[in-house]
């Protein structure tokens, strides 16, 4: 069936420092991929998008990286700041004869330490 | 802020009772989403209107109805309400018909049913 998961739950990193996040996917056919951030108390924010037909994508600060021959999918965050602590969620686009459907992962809750 | 609002912020309701939750997308987007969020489930997408008509539907419960109308607005109808029906409902909305036009969410409606 359809799931998206994430390998970590909560992940604390130093200001400054550089953050990965991870997340797996089962579905083959998902031909689209997102990353959201979602601070306390405000809806999710899109910060990335990569199509299954890339293996890498760069924005600013962020880099999304697909691996479809395992199914991973990460986030990496350069040089983070205060602003970055939030929960971040993966989400896979669907298509099924017409219908498409995003699939959320579970979400990874980053703390940034000062 | 991301343009697209949605009322009430906050709804307190008994079981059995029916609500409405109301989004207005970002001026010129013609889709609206709605997703449930639980501690539970994670964020889950419920339904799709584009330009006034349906266009994807996913787990949404048959309790539960939606419609857009001629201004684009949105309206989320919930009825015979239960305990599990507390969660936080987003609406998004984007400028095209499918999951690869950016979305934007709106803060919440946080529903509580005892």
């Known amino acids: 069936g359809e799931s998206v998961g994430l390998h970590l739950p909560t992940l604390s990193v130093q200001e400054g420092d550089n953050s990965i996040i991870n997340c797996a996917y089962s579905n083959s056919a998902s031909d689209y991929f997102i990353w959201y951030k979602q601070e306390s108390g405000k809806g999710p924010q899109f910060i990335i998008d990569i199509r299954s037909n890339m293996d890498k994508r760069q924005g600013q600060r962020v880099t999304v990286l697909l691996n479809k021959t395992v199914k991973h999918l990460s986030l990496q965050i350069a040089a983070t700041q205060p602003g970055d602590s939030a929960v971040y969620f993966c989400a896979e686009n669907i298509s099924n004869f017409g219908n498409e459907k995003l699939t959320f992962g579970t979400g990874t809750r980053l703390t940034i330490i000062p | 802020d991301s343009g697209v609002t949605q009322t009430p912020k906050h709804l307190i309701t008994a079981t059995g009772q029916r609500v409405t939750l109301r989004c207005s997308p970002r001026s010129g987007d013609l889709s609206v989403y709605w997703y449930q969020q639980s501690l539970d489930q994670g964020l889950q997408f419920l339904i799709q209107?584009?330009?006034?008509?349906?266009?994807a539907k996913g787990n949404i419960l048959e309790r539960f109805s939606a419609q857009q109308f001629p201004d684009l607005h949105s309206e989320l109808n919930l009825s015979s309400l239960e305990l599990g029906d507390s969660a936080l409902y987003f609406c998004?909305?984007?400028?095209?018909?499918?999951?690869?036009?950016?979305?934007?969410f709106g803060p919440g409606t946080r529903l509580t049913v005892t």
């Open positions: 998004a909305s984007s400028a095209g018909p499918n999951n690869y036009y950016e979305q934007y």
């Open positions: 209107y584009y330009n006034g008509e349906e266009r």
